[in-house]
């Protein structure tokens, strides 16, 4: 594929992102920030995020397996769970949180977990998605 | 750098190179904006948790001019940390959360944030933090209106350096006092608690102080103490603490006065009985002059709070009539005892503005402070070399004004400005403006003043922030200022006004001295090292106002703020509408 191709799949991809919900204006903040001093600056963040929000995950699964559940606890850290889904524009990610933050408000323990799990889902995609695009941009930085 | 930041080199290209510290526990979260700040062309430090957040702030007071934090943080609330911020260090605090619920955001209002961004943040929204940082200086700076002596403060007393705002004058004077006397117990405390904490500073009006005296009066001035004369005083806010350390400058104040009554005896020769109106002002021994509060007698202007505001002091101004010699080579208690005694005569409020509006006596007052300030400040307001211009000269207004306060004080004409040598006054600046006559001549004649004058000026020394505040400085009587020497009171007190005096001068904007004069006057101040208490008000209500008995009041008040404002009604002062403000 020449570069022009390549350029032109990539930003197929992206729009793709953002057309399907993945992905939100927050993203495009990122994408402006990156410059000649941060170049892959996007790509960073988007590691940082997945990196830092594992933990959160882990502890909100291990606090779903206690019974009885502790609701505020659920829903002080995906209170936590969610500002760092906004930093990188996790669209579909952001909204299951929410969903899950009300479930806990009305302390339905199945809403709430099942809610999580479509979460994680959403997260997992999201990431696979991302890795992909971001593969695709280092590909095309090269042809340059 | 100073306090103001405008000045380092840094800040040239204002708002770049702005100084901010985010807060923030999510790492991602730091990242971006740090990124993002620093694309605005700001100095970022990051910090992921709340203490180690305010270890940064405090080990580096000055190293920043904006906070942005995270409201919801593992360790320490994030409200928690910008009161902390807020009390500690006054510095903006821009909030941060993914929760926009308007409670909470009015949460974030109510414990002081400048503001409250949403997540996510958008460039635009950070490239704007800089205007908060302005507002606050400017509102910093038009309250407090000193710079000049803010540094001055700072360059003698590096440690105030940030806090300087939330000091008090008497704070400062305490410091200083402390270093000169090898301070008291109190002062030290109420320093060093005010250095790290700022707290709202009680003012000592006039009306609280004759509480004061009467109750230490009551129990006995040698066996009194803190709690009994709080006990006594019943007054709701004021603590022991604020007692003590009162007792504490009073007994010192008093000490000096019996020092130096019995050096004084012949030297205040012209002090005359007959001239003195016959509610004299000096009965009240004490003056302190709420330095806001307007016809509060039991308000304490509280600059203590609010960082900008300057510390609104009461000024003890001791007034004392030279006709009342007597009285004052009597026992100091007996003395204050008459001289609040008679107080009860006018309206106290009245009375006590007038005592502490000293100055309302003006010229005519042959108020010799002498006896307590032994030739510490003469203020002479209707002198006639100084020519005040007619607006700002405080005696006439002066006279008005305080014709319905307090029909019994007279100002009278100073006759006594005319006899006094020329020589004898110690100018302060440029001679030539004629504002700035008054000062200037009476810092001339300062040194030289002979012993025998007595006139006292009252000088009303604005605090900065008052000043600026209220004060329609349409014109700035200069203070005039005369300040004798051989005063035994010489000591602390000479810093402290010092200090102060440098503060005021500072002060006014619409002052009648110009900065020139005020430098000189600054510089007089500096080298002369006498206690000079430079009004500079310009108010309707207070001309020359004249503190030159700050000479024996400062010891006890540091601050000598006088506001005369108060006592018509509320003039602006901010500060001055909060009674005993303490926190």
Excluded at chain 1, 120 to 126: G, P
Aim: a negative charge.
């Amino acid at each position: 594929m020449d570069r022009n191709q390549m350029n032109r799949q990539l930003a197929n991809m992206r729009k793709a992102l953002f057309d399907q919900g993945y992905l939100d204006e927050q993203f495009v903040q990122l994408e402006e920030l990156q410059d000649d001093a941060n170049p892959n600056f996007v790509e960073e963040v988007v590691t940082l995020f997945y990196r830092d929000s594992a933990r959160l995950i882990q502890t909100m699964d291990q606090t779903l397996e206690r019974n009885p559940l502790d609701f505020a606890k659920l829903d002080n850290n995906m209170h936590q769970f969610t500002g760092s889904c906004s930093s990188i524009g996790a669209k579909k990610v952001k909204h299951e949180c929410s969903q899950f933050r009300e479930y806990c408000r009305q302390r339905n323990g199945e809403g709430c977990r099942r809610t999580f799990q479509q979460m994680k889902k959403e997260y997992a995609i999201l990431k696979k998605k991302l890795e992909v695009y971001f593969q695709y941009v280092r590909q095309v930085a090269l042809l340059k | 750098m100073d306090s103001s930041g405008f000045c380092s080199p840094r800040n040239n290209a204002f708002p770049a190179g702005l100084r901010v510290l985010v807060v923030d526990d999510d790492a991602t979260w730091l990242k971006i904006l740090e990124k993002m700040l620093k694309k605005c062309s700001y100095e970022v430090t990051t910090c992921s948790l709340a203490r180690e957040a305010l270890d940064l702030l405090r080990e580096r007071k000055d190293g920043f001019d904006i906070v942005i934090s995270d409201v919801n943080m593992p360790d320490m609330d994030g409200f928690k940390l910008l009161e902390r911020v807020g009390l500690e260090l006054d510095l903006p605090v821009i909030m941060m959360s993914v929760d926009g619920e308007t409670s909470r955001v009015m949460k974030g209002v109510q414990h002081g944030a400048c503001d409250y961004l949403l997540k996510p943040i958008r460039m635009k929204e950070l490239k704007n933090i800089w205007q908060h940082v302005l507002r606050k200086r400017i509102h910093e700076g038009k309250e407090t209106d000193g710079d000049g002596l803010e540094e001055l403060h700072m360059m003698s007393q590096p440690e105030y350096c940030n806090d300087y705002y939330s000091f008090s004058i008497g704070d400062m004077y305490s410091g200083k006092k402390r270093r000169i006397d090898a301070g008291s117990k109190h002062d030290d405390r109420e320093y060093s608690d005010t250095s790290c904490i700022k707290k709202p500073r009680v003012v000592w009006t006039v009306d609280l102080h004759q509480k004061f005296v009467k109750a230490v009066n009551q129990t006995g001035f040698d066996k009194v103490g803190p709690k009994k004369i709080l006990d006594l005083m019943v007054v709701p806010g004021l603590t022991r603490e604020n007692v003590a350390s009162h007792l504490q400058k009073y007994r010192l104040y008093l000490s000096r006065l019996q020092k130096d009554s019995a050096l004084k005896d012949t030297s205040f020769a012209g002090v005359k009985r007959a001239d003195v109106p016959p509610r004299d002002p000096a009965e009240n021994m004490f003056l302190q002059r709420p330095i806001v509060v307007p016809q509060n007698d039991d308000r304490n202007g509280n600059c203590g709070t609010s960082r900008n505001e300057s510390p609104v002091h009461n000024v003890n101004v001791k007034i004392h009539d030279a006709g009342i010699k007597e009285v004052a080579l009597g026992p100091v208690a007996e003395q204050l005892k008459a001289l609040t005694g008679d107080d009860s005569d006018s309206k106290k409020r009245n009375s006590q503005c007038l005592s502490s509006n000293y100055s309302f006596r003006l010229p005519s007052t042959d108020i010799t402070l002498a006896d307590y300030v032994p030739s510490q400040y003469l203020w002479t307001t209707e002198y006639p070399q100084i020519q005040c211009k007619p607006e700002s000269i405080s005696h006439m207004h002066l006279d008005n004004k305080f014709d319905h306060l307090s029909p019994k004080v007279k100002i009278q004409k100073n006759e006594q400005v005319n006899t006094m040598p020329a020589s004898s006054y110690y100018s302060i600046g440029p001679a030539n403006r004629k504002e700035d006559n008054l000062a200037d001549r009476e810092f001339q004649r300062i040194r030289e003043l002979p012993q025998a004058e007595s006139e006292v000026n009252l000088f009303t020394i604005q605090s900065e922030s008052q000043l600026s505040s209220t004060q329609q400085f349409g014109q700035t009587p200069s203070p005039t200022w005369t300040i004798r020497n051989g005063s035994s009171f010489a000591g602390p007190i000479l810093l402290e006004d010092l200090e102060f005096a440098h503060r005021n001068i500072r002060l006014s904007s619409g002052s009648a001295l110009s900065s020139e004069d005020k430098e000189s006057l600054n510089n007089v101040l500096q080298g002369v090292h006498q206690p000079i208490n430079v009004g500079i008000h310009n108010g309707e209500s207070f001309d020359c106002f004249d503190p030159a008995i700050f000479g024996a009041v400062t010891p006890l008040y540091e601050s000598l703020k006088f506001d005369y404002e108060f006592q018509f009604d509320s003039m602006e002062y901010p500060v001055l509408d909060q009674s005993l403000f303490i926190v």
